[in-house]
């Protein structure tokens, strides 16, 4: 081979290197758990750590089979230290929670958790979590129970949409409540009752001008009283500064991906996700959930898939560390979650 052609062999190999996201440790937990809350924050020293809460899983056997959810109380740091990633057990939540609603502090200094749900029902609470472990709560809690909401933070505020106030409900809430994190004493404000936002597992987030997408998600409705799922794939983005609504649609339905929504210029990402072309059928058959790395263009509501994740993934944090999306465990199919913690660079061309 030519001394010419070598050296460019070199340089890309060098190249993908250098532009290869680092690998990030599994979470303390081999089994993987879903639901989990989590944000990335800024240590004393200035570096990005990870915060992850909760999560939950089946330890024994699979839900067809009888199993019984587990709920979790762990609190996780993730830190990098002497140039290598790990991860440490730095306290314990004060419920076991899963399923809630979550944000950084405007300060970057705290895990925001609302809500969620455990094996005794679903949750109002609020409280922020510090990076040693320290738990304070809000006096701000929900209006009522909510979990199973979508979720993201727009500057300092924190808004949550849809999701269901009981483990039985045959339908979603319908508003979208909002929580100034910087003032949390004036309480949360909710919006009137909307048809769109009645979903449980909606795609949500906002774009770097803080104009909010929603997508997807499921609509609940009855089913000899039991609730039905009906997957939706419509996709509303409200412009900001009150230049309007758009209306367009997902390719195909989906809930769950891995969320809030991570903006990256004009473009929001979102993971994996449950497109629904299971629903009814035997889970235990279930051929495991997304691996589709969607990207929505905020400026024509292109939706595009631009990756494949490298394992599926639902129901878990979405994050943005420096400018690679990180997933935090999550589940790959119905009952089984992993414990890998997956990260991805976003392209240059698209952020």
Request: aromatic share 6%; with cysteine; net charge neutral.
């Amino acid at each position: 081979m030519p001394l010419s052609v070598l050296r460019i062999f070199a340089l890309l190999c060098l190249a993908l290197r250098l532009t290869a996201a680092e690998p990030l440790p599994d979470i303390p937990d081999p089994l993987g758990r879903a639901g989990m809350m989590a944000a990335v924050l800024k240590d004393i020293d200035g570096q990005e750590v990870i915060l992850a809460a909760g999560g939950s899983n089946f330890p024994g056997k699979m839900p067809w089979d009888g199993g019984t959810k587990v709920f979790y109380t762990d609190i996780f740091l993730l830190k990098k230290t002497a140039g290598k990633w790990a991860w440490r057990l730095v306290g314990q939540l004060p419920t076991p929670t899963a399923y809630a609603a979550f944000a950084a502090t405007p300060t970057r200094d705290g895990l925001v958790i609302a809500g969620g749900c455990n094996a005794d029902g679903h949750l109002s609470a609020v409280l922020v979590v510090q990076a040693d472990g320290k738990c304070i709560p809000l006096e701000a809690k929900l209006a009522e129970p909510r979990a199973y909401a979508g979720c993201l933070s727009v500057g300092s505020r924190l808004i949550v949409s849809g999701g269901t106030s009981q483990p039985t409900s045959t339908a979603a809430l319908a508003t979208m409540t909002v929580l100034d994190l910087a003032r949390p004493q004036d309480g949360w404000k909710s919006t009137d009752d909307k048809e769109e936002f009645a979903r449980i597992l909606p795609l949500v987030g906002a774009d770097e001008n803080g104009a909010v997408l929603w997508a997807g998600g499921c609509a609940l409705s009855a089913d000899q009283g039991k609730p039905l799922r009906d997957y939706r794939d419509a996709l509303t983005y409200n412009k900001p500064n009150g230049q309007g609504t758009k209306f367009h649609a997902l390719p195909t339905p989906l809930a769950a991906s891995a969320g809030p929504g991570i903006a990256a210029g004009h473009h929001l990402f979102f993971v994996g996700g449950d497109d629904g072309n299971h629903n009814g059928k035997p889970p235990a058959t279930h051929p495991g959930q997304s691996t589709q790395v969607l990207a929505i263009d905020t400026e024509t509501l292109e939706v595009q898939v631009v990756d494949q994740w490298p394992h599926p993934v639902a129901t878990a944090p979405l994050l943005r560390l420096g400018d690679d999306l990180v997933t935090i465990s999550g589940e790959t199919r119905p009952g089984v979650r992993t414990p890998a913690c997956t990260r991805w660079t976003i392209p240059a061309k698209l952020r």
